[in-house]
């Protein structure tokens, strides 16, 4: 399974983006999936998952009203809407796939493949 996350960028704070993240090599639709963070001189930590079927969600408090995370069996993509940015949301984000898909996880060992990651800057 590879994994290709995309559509980072510089926004200003208050403002919004779209993360894209694209697999090939597998059965997309059996996957739960999930978007994690790493800010600089940080641990790398949860942001939101999604159930293979796309009805279950979990999301950090941290970001919780704010992000939303959906997918597309389809076209085998699952997206990250932020909103309302803050500086404090800068950091790389990476898509991770859970083989089991069953419930959305938090657990970063939960997850087998893990996409190269895509850099989210806010300015304030």
């Known amino acids: 399974v590879q994994l290709q996350a995309f559509g980072g960028g510089l926004v200003q704070a208050g403002g919004y983006l779209r993360l894209s993240c694209t697999a090939s090599?597998?059965?997309?639709?059996?996957?739960?999936m999930g978007w994690f963070r790493q800010a600089l001189g940080k641990e790398r930590e949860f942001v939101a998952a999604?159930?293979?079927?796309?009805?279950?969600?979990l999301y950090a408090d941290s970001v919780k009203g704010r992000f939303t995370i959906s997918r597309d069996n389809a076209k085998n993509t699952v997206y990250l809407q932020m909103n309302s940015l803050k500086p404090e949301d800068t950091a790389i984000y990476y898509c991770?796939?859970?083989?089991?898909?069953?419930?959305?996880?938090?657990?970063?060992?939960?997850?087998?493949?893990w996409g190269q990651g895509t850099q989210v800057t806010v300015s304030s």
């Open positions: 991770a796939a859970d083989l089991l898909g069953v419930v959305p996880s938090t657990h970063q060992p939960q997850y087998e493949y």
């Open positions: 999604i159930n293979w079927s796309g009805g279950s969600t």
């Open positions: 090599g597998g059965t997309f639709s059996g996957y739960g």
